[in-house]
């Protein structure tokens, strides 16, 4: 059963720096599509991060530069590294994976994936 379990929120001034985590268990994540969303209230879920069985990875373009996600393919876990953090980027976090990924399209495959409960994230000015 796939399970994944996200970790690392909290409340940060602009400015901080935050890791999220996402242990995954029921398959494993170097050959899977993973990825980072996140919802805040009244707005619609963005994609923030992914990477693909292949690693390549995509960023929306409002995370460029500040956001790094990984894989530690020995620890079953995906990150994402937060930094210059904005009130903007006050959200719920969630992980998403296709653990059938087969090589298509990994943000459309995430869609049908496995998710997160999600965590949460402030960022106060």
């Known amino acids: 059963q796939v399970q994944l379990v996200e970790s690392g929120g909290g409340s940060v001034q602009a400015g901080g720096s935050l890791r999220l985590s996402c242990a995954a268990s029921g398959y494993t994540v170097s050959r899977s599509c993973m990825g980072w969303f996140r919802q805040a209230p009244g707005k619609e879920r963005e994609n923030v991060a992914r990477i693909d069985g292949d690693s390549l990875i995509n960023y929306a373009d409002s995370m460029k530069g500040r956001f790094t996600i990984s894989k530690d393919n020995a620890k079953n876990t995906l990150y994402l590294q937060m930094d210059s953090l904005k009130p903007e980027d006050t959200a719920m976090y969630y992980c998403?994976?296709?653990?059938?990924?087969?090589?298509?399209?990994?943000?459309?495959?995430?869609?049908?994936?496995?998710w997160g409960q999600g965590t949460q994230v402030t960022v106060s000015s």
């Open positions: 998403a994976a296709n653990a059938q990924w087969t090589g298509a399209n990994c943000r459309r495959a995430l869609d049908s994936g496995y």
